[in-house]
């Protein structure tokens, strides 16, 4: 029996959280869902790590103040230089707590800002992702669904868009994450014949040095304290256990 060709489709995040590189891990095809409108202050322009004293903080990407009404697509930054410096200023803490892979999530860090010359926020989202799946040793090859020129019907429900993009690029099977399992109508993709599978949330737990652990931090966090090696073998073993 031939393997069912499975399709991932996501906003593009900055730098997220390991949950969503389980899901990249997962796919055949990803496509960056970049026609819908661009939501503030979501984790398309923002993520999370430690704070140096207690909890953690945002490291985020300043866009345009009215992006808000515009796609995701065209959402541009401001000032880019500006956030890649503030955001090596934010991370100087783990360097003086130990982490021992610092330096390469530095690197990993400007080699984003440096491949993402568009000024476009979504550019610079799959930069972060194509720069942390080169590092994970984690095939991607992202297609912008605004670049695919697909004719799709009229979408009148959330979940009716990764059914149609779905159907459009026949994939058999669609891969989402365990949230937003309401927004989908299963008997509309049983009628197409695609099956509509969801992942688990991740649970992977390290060692913070003096800090204390925070579960779902951006996967920066996850790189400054583990090596790739690590990482990747967890996301291959639950691939194994949940495909």
């Not at 401001?78 to 200023?89: E, R, T």
């Not at 059914?163 to 927004?183: F, H, M, T």
């Not at 790739?228 to 495909?243: H, I, N, W």
Request: aromatic share 12%; glycine share 6%.
């Amino acid at each position: 029996m031939s393997k069912k060709m499975t399709l991932g489709i996501m906003q593009p995040y900055f730098f997220p959280y390991l949950g969503y590189f389980d899901l990249i891990n997962r796919t055949d095809r990803w496509i960056v869902f970049d026609v819908v409108r661009y939501a503030p202050k979501s984790w398309m322009n923002r993520n999370r790590i430690l704070h140096p004293i207690e909890g953690w903080q945002y490291v985020s990407l300043p866009v345009d103040r009215h992006a808000g009404a515009g796609l995701i697509r065209d959402v541009p930054l401001l000032d880019p230089q500006a956030a890649h410096d503030k955001i090596q200023g934010q991370i100087q803490h783990y360097r003086s707590a130990g982490a021992p892979f610092f330096h390469a999530v530095s690197a990993l860090i400007s080699a984003t800002f440096a491949d993402a010359a568009s000024g476009l926020l979504r550019d610079m989202n799959v930069a972060s992702l194509a720069a942390t799946c080169a590092y994970l040793d984690l095939p991607f090859h992202p297609e912008n669904l605004s670049d695919l020129d697909l004719e799709l019907p009229e979408i009148d429900h959330a979940g009716q868009w990764a059914l149609e993009i779905s159907n459009a690029l026949g994939a058999q099977r669609y891969l989402n994450p365990p949230g937003g399992k309401d927004i989908f109508r299963p008997q509309d993709w049983e009628r197409h014949g695609i099956e509509l599978a969801f992942t688990s949330m991740v649970s992977f737990s390290y060692a913070t040095g003096r800090h204390q652990f925070v579960e779902h931090l951006s996967i920066l966090d996850v790189l400054m304290w583990n090596p790739p090696g690590r990482v990747k073998a967890y996301l291959d073993s639950r691939k194994q256990v949940e495909a």
